[in-house]
């Protein structure tokens, strides 16, 4: 048996740099994900007056419920969505300041509109100074009233996310109706840590209630990422081996951990413990049709292995997939065409047939997650190179420490 050390939450921690920043006190952040996008958030709110303070497993961050000490900055998002869509969210409740926010060219090519009108429609002062619905962009804080919002998340539900923590900051707070969501369980993960810095949301249906009043500080654990752990169940699944990622469990917060069900429903056995789950198998695959709407992250993963099921797999509803960070679904189709399998396409869905991969370059598209699902797949296709593998730093920066124990029995 394999137990691996999954690095931190990129979510999660996203999240908890927001509230920590908005909360009254010093919030310390525990195995906090250090990655590109983690430490390009950190560093804006640095930029913009926050005191941040990293040690190797623990983040301070002194809360500043009043908005930014800086009275204007300039913020580079780099990549990252989270930080592009969370940061001028929490700038735009501040009584007071100008604030302009860019991002890298990937990051300036996807969308934000639905969450910028929102925002210009609780009357914040927002520009977009180039292309409307995309940074760069500009906001002249002069706090907020708060009040009813409705709201199309089927794009992305970072855009609701971002109101839901903005709305403690509000002067009345804030009453969400979402039309159409997508990834519903990284909504419950923004809940559920508000509820950790004190804020209760009031849910009914796809209605969000959500009180002023504010954050308070607090110190929070962060758990380890379920998108990541997804490549290492998906490995021991296609390899016959077996793998346990201690820290997610029953209790974890992150819907992604739901990839081991579509696992277990192709032949692998997964248990599913309070502390750590653990996939085995004897890597034998079996083809299926699957909804992966809320659970997209994982969408790669499970066309990277596809191929080797003794059947078709179909993903279906994973439209949003085409406005990550490359168009996903289209970026695995072509990956697995250069590998020789037959792969069909619609607007929202993807369909691979099994074959017998051969090595190919892949076309990453500066996507972390295409070169993480292909390296998997590179365990039994060896030969297969990476045109930028690089861009793993995103969310995967260094070599994880990997214990390793053997079962005898096994």
């Not at 996203?14 to 509230?19: G, M, T």
């Not at 290492?232 to 296609?238: D, G, I, M, N, Q």
Request: aromatic content about 6%; hydrophobic content about 40%.
């Amino acid at each position: 048996m394999t137990v691996i050390d999954i690095p931190g939450s990129k979510s999660v921690t996203a999240r908890a740099l927001f509230l920590a920043a908005a909360a009254d006190g010093t919030t310390t952040l525990l195995r906090p994900l250090h990655s590109d996008d983690t430490e390009g958030f950190a560093e804006g709110l640095k930029s913009l007056g926050y005191a941040v303070s990293q040690e190797a497993d623990r983040w301070h961050i002194e809360g500043r419920p009043t908005g930014p000490a800086a009275p204007e900055a300039d913020v580079f998002c780099r990549d990252g969505a989270t930080t592009a869509r969370f940061l001028p969210t929490l700038v735009a409740a501040a009584a007071s300041g100008t604030y302009r926010f860019d991002a890298s060219a990937q990051m300036r090519r996807r969308p934000l509109a639905p969450l910028t009108r929102a925002l210009i429609a609780l009357g914040v002062d927002l520009r977009h100074e180039e292309a409307a619905g995309h940074h760069p962009l500009t906001v002249r804080a002069a706090g907020i009233q708060g009040g009813e919002l409705t709201l199309d998340a089927g794009e992305s539900s970072q855009y609701l996310t971002a109101l839901l923590m903005l709305g403690p900051l509000t002067a009345k707070g804030l009453r969400i109706e979402v039309t159409e969501l997508v990834s519903a369980p990284y909504v419950e993960i923004t809940l559920a840590m508000m509820r950790g810095f004190g804020v209760d949301v009031a849910r009914e249906g796809n209605t969000f209630t959500v009180p002023p009043g504010g954050y308070r500080a607090t110190a929070y654990t962060v758990e380890p990422d379920a998108s990541t752990a997804s490549y290492f169940f998906a490995a021991a699944a296609l390899t016959g081996r077996e793998v346990t990622a201690p820290g997610l469990g029953t209790g974890a917060l992150q819907g992604d951990l739901r990839f081991v069900d579509v696992l277990r429903d192709m032949g692998a056995e997964v248990e599913v413990g309070a502390d750590a789950t653990t996939v085995r198998s004897t890597g034998s695959l079996r083809g299926l049709t699957v909804n992966m709407r809320d659970i997209s992250d994982t969408m790669p993963t499970l066309a990277a292995i596809a191929p080797y099921a003794d059947g078709p797999v179909r993903i279906e509803d994973v439209a949003n997939t085409r406005v990550k960070e490359c168009d996903r679904l289209e970026a695995c189709a072509e990956n697995l065409r250069r590998m020789g399998i037959t792969v069909h396409t619609g607007p929202d869905w993807i369909e691979i047939h099994p074959g017998t991969p051969k090595p190919a370059e892949i076309a990453t598209h500066g996507d972390h997650r295409i070169v993480m699902s292909f390296a998997v797949a590179g365990l039994r296709t060896p030969g297969l190179t990476y045109d930028d593998p690089g861009c793993v730093r995103k969310t995967f920066p260094r070599r994880i420490h990997r214990p390793v124990a053997r079962n005898p029995k096994r």
